[in-house]
């Protein structure tokens, strides 16, 4: 197959969602033709539209799935987007279970009373559960 035909194949095969080092072994290309191709600025660059028109088609989905969940009174699907898009504001917010494990903190405070940190670790205690 000659090159031309190659690229047009790698097109395809990254219009789909392979990678493009995927879409080379596909096209059977040699190691000298995935050098030529990767120094070939308008090759990466279709190479680019290509993987982000999938990303756009892949998200339009995802978004119409979202709408249809929302539809149908469930709310998932808005939780994650708006964890990816906006972790700092609506990340997930980790819990530990402290129940069963020793409730002795370590304090890294100068000056820190021994009064004050059995009030601190009383407090920690109720604030987690324990007793």
Known sequence: ?????????????VRLGMSLSRA???AECTIEEETTLEADKDFMRRVEIK????ER????????AI?????RGESKGIQWRLEKL??????????????NTNMNM????????????????K?????YGGK
């Open 57 to 64: 088609e892949l998200l339009e989905l995802h978004d119409q």
């Open 24 to 26: 080379f072994l596909l």
């Open 123 to 127: 407090e920690l205690k109720i604030l």
């Open 67 to 71: 709408n249809t969940a929302v539809k």
């Open 86 to 99: 906006n972790p700092d504001d609506f990340g997930k917010v980790e819990t530990h279970n402290t129940k």
């Open 51 to 54: 993987t982000a028109s999938k």
């Open 1 to 13: 197959m000659d090159l031309g035909k190659k690229k047009e194949l790698i097109y395809e095969c």
């Open 106 to 121: 370590d304090y890294d405070m100068d000056n820190i009373t021994d009064e004050e940190k059995k009030r601190l670790d």
